[in-house]
């Protein structure tokens, strides 16, 4: 395979609106009609520094539109409260919902960005009782304070940690009641060991295990876990398009190969499925 080299600038993702959405979605924006599927999803759905992401692939393979709306850094909150994207995965002839993180939503302890999940807004009063030490305007991001809870008491960021995950499942099978169509649970395998390492939190998707997953099954039509090769996650950075100031970002993130791995083991649902 042949990769793009670096380029001075970034990609133009020629980001676009839907419907009324205040959300900015990868482009060209797609006509929502006639036979399409839909494929939700953060950061690895949208393809950051990627020229061709999995859903652009997967559209090559099986011949049918793929329309793309996934979100840098999206939880479920952000596609759970968008009349818009319900509305388009409605229409759609099967939806593809790469599992996010637990971390990426308000509940119990917590609130994010409506838009913006990754953005931490504030802690609850629970919360601060339970941490009265820890001064939560110090926090921006959801998965630096948790790793800062973590790291201060683990036996107070496991409580933390069940109630993400029982709200997690009931989040993902409410988001799952409201899509009417087929749906494809995408389960993305950890694609960088060292950012594990570095997160001291878990594999990505973060928080989110067998178990959880399984309370998923009778919800959704198919699930697909895809586990990158490590021929995959050792091209590192190779083919993705991004300025150097952007390289550390980038070096966390799959290249073209996974997302390559990724439409294949679609692919090969969907010929089945459709």
Known sequence: MTFETMGSVGLDYLPCRYGHSKLLFRGPRRRLEGAYCVALGGTETYGKYIRTPFPALLEKAIRIPVVNLGLPNAGIDVFLNEAVVLDACNGARATIIQLPGAQNMSNRFYSVH?????????????????????????FHFTRHMLLSLKELSPEKY????????????ARMQSLLHKISGRTVLLWIGDHNAKAMTRSNLGPEPLLVDDKM????????????????????????????????????????????VVHAEIADALAATFYKLL
Do not use: C
Not at 158 to 169: F, G, I, N, P, R
Not at 223 to 234: G, L, T
């Open 114 to 138: 409506p838009r913006r999940n990754d953005r931490f807004l504030q802690a609850s009063a629970q919360m601060r009782m339970f941490f009265p030490e820890v001064d939560f305007t110090d």
């Open 158 to 169: 496991a409580v933390v940690e069940v109630e993400l995950k029982a709200a997690w499942v």
């Open 213 to 256: 997953v399984s309370a998923l099954r009778s919800y959704a039509t198919e699930i697909v876990r895809v586990e990158p090769s490590a021929a995959a996650r050792a091209t590192g950075r190779g083919g993705m398009i991004h300025t150097p100031m952007d390289g550390p970002v980038a070096a966390q993130l799959p290249g073209p």
